[in-house]
DNA sequence: TGTATCTGTATCAATAATGGTTACAAATAT
DNA sequence: ATATTTGTAACCATTATTGATACAGATACA
């Protein structure tokens, strides 16, 4: 397959464990409504839990949970913690550095990579998975 | 390869093609400044062509020169130009309709994907081409 | 203690996107 | 006419993502 849908999917996953209170989710639960597999799914929520921004448990019984009411959790943290990369990429070789503008250029598109990412944060920053919650609920 | 670096290699051709003011420039020329291929070059110089930023001639003392201005180009053109997608990708496959979160998901990522995706547009859209020429030359 | 259950992760295959390369038709200046 | 240059098609190599199988380790419970 082609584009990250990670974020997209950490959404839904973290819709789902709101949903759930203090229960318990299994991936295999969680897998069925993303309509994907488990592993797909625990591979996510791997991510999520170094972010803490779940809780999971191993054995008979166990799953997965929110560490973090919904309110405390920005959309930010989520993009974050999945480490989706950059809206755009930088040069894949490095430019000619015989070239006035080869040699400068890498520094200028750095730095305006980092201020649109900086940009994006700040507008995923605005939002909670609560808000989220609702609109999911309010549709 | 990887990531997407269409966006920093149109930024770094229209920077060169600035620089040579009405003269007609080579796409092997830009390709050595760019440290790739010729056919690369022209394949980012056909998007950048059809949404109007540059005018190409064939046949010999062929090449490629700016159609606008500088100040007149905004980055958020260049990116639309070169319709590099979006910030992040909505599910791969369709979520289950049966569950009340897996229905209602999708249309709520698909609005806030537009609101990230338009935040993008209007923070590039602060800039010109104009403005990276000149970081390019102070450095 | 033994069993069933569930996570965490390694591994492999399938798919797709990007970039690099060669090739060649069409256009154009001389 | 000839040389030059763009515009594309076609193909390969590399890489990222997703999907799937397998299994070790942890855990609840009888």
């Known amino acids: 397959m082609a584009a990250n849908s990670q ?5 839904h996953i973290l819709t789902l464990l709101a949903r759930a209170g203090d229960e318990n989710v299994k991936s295999e639960c969680i897998a069925e409504s993303v309509n994907t597999n488990a592993v797909v799914i625990r591979r996510v929520l791997s991510q999520l839990n ?3 921004l779940v809780a999971s448990q191993t054995g008979a019984f166990g799953g997965t949970r929110l560490a973090k009411s919904p309110e405390k959790i920005s959309l930010c943290e989520i993009y974050n913690a999945m480490a989706c990369g950059e809206v755009f990429a930088l ?4 430019p000619n550095q015989e070239c006035p ?4 250029i890498e520094a200028v598109l750095c730095d305006l990579q980092k ?3 900086r940009s994006v944060g700040e507008k995923l920053g605005q939002y909670t998975l609560a808000h989220i919650i609702e609109k999911v609920s309010h549709n």
């Open 7 to 11: 974020f997209s999917m950490a959404l």
């Open 50 to 52: 170094h972010a803490g």
């Open 91 to 94: 040069h894949a070789k490095s």
């Open 101 to 104: 503008v080869g040699k400068n």
């Open 115 to 117: 201020e649109i990412d």
